[in-house]
Structure formats: structure tokens, C-alpha cells
């Protein structure tokens, strides 16, 4: 069983920035696309950015410009730099398998952004 574990999430202002960061079972190092989701209240996670083992980078259009996906294989983590943050980027936000290409394995625990002045 894989497990993955997320952190950095906390309350900031609108505009603001923050860093998540998720480490990754080893099982996944290297090889697989991986992404960050976000889930809102009452609605299934959302993809909102994946990264290749080739560091090919992929974001959907609400966050493109914005976040940006990392990752480290020797420390087997991936980042979400996430700036000028805007309240509809509230979340809790998980990693994962990146769906497109994979089945997902089962949820960390998450990290909860919060956007609000």
C-alpha cells in the first residue's frame, strides 16, 4: 500500500504564496507522472497539476501562470509553489497519480489552503 503525505497548507491573504510539499512512496519514484488535486466540500478531487518523470509539466487553466509543480526524486517529493493565491484556491490539497495516465492509489491525509483576508 502506497502512501503519500502532504504539508504546507495553512490560511493566507489573498495574493499571497505558499509551498506544499508531498513525499512519495518510493514505489512511485522516478517513473510515474505525478500531480497535486484539490477538493472542495461536496465534490470530487480535481487535477489541478501533474509532472512527468522527465519533468514535463502540465496545469489546468485555473492555476496556470500561477502554480508550478517540482519534483525531487532523491528526496522523493514533489512541490506545488502556489502564488497569488486567490479565494477560489481554498482546498484541501493532495497528491497523487497523475489519472490520466494511472489508477489512483488511495489518499494521504491532505493539507488545507485557505485564501481569505
Known amino acids: 500500500q502506497v502512501h503519500f503525505v502532504e504539508s504546507g497548507g495553512s490560511l493566507v491573504q489573498p495574493g499571497g504564496f505558499l509551498r506544499l510539499s508531498c513525499t512519495v512512496p518510493?514505489?512511485?519514484?522516478?517513473?510515474?507522472?505525478l500531480a497535486w488535486y484539490r477538493q472542495t466540500p461536496g465534490n470530487e478531487p480535481e487535477m489541478v497539476a501533474s509532472?512527468?518523470?522527465?519533468?514535463?509539466?502540465y496545469y489546468e487553466d485555473p492555476v496556470k501562470g500561477r502554480f508550478t509543480i517540482s519534483r525531487d526524486d532523491a528526496k522523493n517529493t514533489i512541490d506545488l509553489q502556489m502564488n497569488d493565491l486567490k479565494p477560489e484556491d481554498t482546498a484541501v490539497y493532495y497528491c497523487?497519480?497523475?489519472?490520466?495516465?494511472?489508477?489512483?492509489?488511495?489518499w494521504g491525509r491532505g493539507t488545507q489552503v485557505t485564501v481569505s483576508s
Open positions: 509532472i512527468s518523470g522527465g519533468d514535463v509539466t
Open positions: 518510493e514505489v512511485m519514484r522516478n517513473r510515474y507522472y
Open positions: 497523487n497519480a497523475d489519472q490520466r495516465y494511472y489508477p489512483l492509489h488511495t
